[in-house]
């Protein structure tokens, strides 16, 4: 079964930082290229990262200088590095792994606010 845990999101003021994490399990890890996603209230979700098995990334424009995408194969987690972070980076944040895998996981949400 597969299956993705994220954690790792709260409140922050802007110009803050969160790491989030998603341990992932159920398909082969170390060669499945992984994404973050996000979805703010009323918007659609929207790619933010990705990372393939060989660690090259790749991110949103709006989020590109700012977030880093990063994996431990080993702990089978993804990892999302999120810096001066601004309100409109206010969502519901969603690990996927690539390669037709549909599950989702619950997300976590993130909320950036003075």
């Known amino acids: 079964q597969v299956q993705f845990v994220e954690s790792g999101g709260g409140l922050v003021q802007p110009g803050g930082s969160l790491r989030l994490s998603c341990a992932a399990s159920?398909?082969?890890?170390?060669?499945?290229?992984m994404g973050w996603y996000r979805q703010a209230p009323g918007k659609q979700r929207e790619l933010v990262a990705t990372i393939v098995s060989d660690g090259r990334t790749n991110y949103a424009g709006a989020v590109k200088g700012r977030f880093t995408i990063s994996r431990d194969n080993a702990k089978n987690t993804v990892y999302l590095q999120m810096n001066n972070l601004k309100p409109e980076d206010t969502a519901v944040y969603y690990c996927?792994?690539?390669?037709?895998?549909?599950?989702w996981g619950q997300g976590t949400q993130v909320t950036v606010s003075s």
């Open positions: 996927k792994a690539f390669g037709g895998f549909a599950s």
């Open positions: 159920g398909i082969i890890f170390s060669i499945t290229s």
